[in-house]
């Protein structure tokens, strides 16, 4: 029976990326030691010795020198790999980025979902005031629950889940960025209440005096525009 090519000899002569390279077994760190020191493997289930030519970029988001110490990852493979090592910021540390990245991301859910997505400023806000713990990838699932709960297509402040129920947002600068969003006649009246209860708070009863209703309106509308409050 005629043998596949694996990932390494389909890579021959290019370039393999490898993702969570701190979190590999034993045995596949001791085959990818060989194959980057001697340019030689085998097929699973083979007993012909191959010659290959790949160059690895690996990324982890463990401390690798720390897994060396504790006997988790080889040491002789650590150095191998750490020939050009470059360190990436955390999401919550670039938070001018959060934005571009939303919009980027929610591009892509739209093209692979089959349908046009839009993200609110209100949204783009409260993504901002968050820490990401799990960094861009918490952010494309969050991204992706959210345009499940969005129909019209359009991702809001209200549609935003993060991955904990409890998970508060920390106060940011970037929260009271365009704090008079309530005052723009562009929007939508769904939008504007939103950005009035940003405002406020969250507390109906200011929102409603900056808008001008009473706070059984503000209730009604909140009720009638379906923005969940329990979510936020």
């Known amino acids: 029976m005629r043998q596949r090519k694996g990932r390494f000899e389909l890579a021959d002569g290019g370039t393999l990326f490898l993702d969570k390279i701190g979190e590999s077994s034993a045995s596949f760190q001791a085959k990818l030691l060989r194959i980057l020191q001697e340019g030689e493997m085998e097929r699973v289930g083979g007993d012909e010795t191959l010659r290959v030519n790949v160059r690895i970029i690996a990324a982890t988001n463990r401390n690798l020198e720390e897994e060396v110490r504790a006997g988790h990852f080889r040491e002789d493979l650590y150095y191998r790999l750490n ?25 892509k859910i739209g093209q692979h979902q089959g349908r046009a997505l839009r993200i609110s400023d209100g949204a783009i806000r409260l993504l901002m005031s968050y820490s990401w713990p799990g960094n861009v990838r918490e952010l494309e699932n969050c991204l992706k629950r959210s345009a499940v709960m969005s129909e019209s297509g359009l991702i809001d ?7 904990h129920s409890d998970a508060a947002p920390k106060a940011s600068a970037a929260a009271h960025v365009h704090e008079e969003s309530w005052l723009d006649q562009s929007l939508d ?25 009473t706070p059984r309106q503000v209730a009604y509308r909140i009720q009638t525009l379906d923005i969940n409050m329990h979510r936020l």
């Open 189 to 213: 009246e769904r939008q504007r209440l939103i950005a009035a209860l940003e405002k406020t708070g969250w507390v109906q009863a200011k929102a409603a005096r900056l808008l001008g209703m």
């Open 83 to 107: 020939v050009m090592p470059l360190a990436l910021p955390l999401l919550r540390e670039s938070q001018e980025d959060i934005a571009e990245l939303a919009h980027f991301l929610v591009r």
């Open 157 to 163: 402040r209200d549609a935003i889940l993060f991955n």
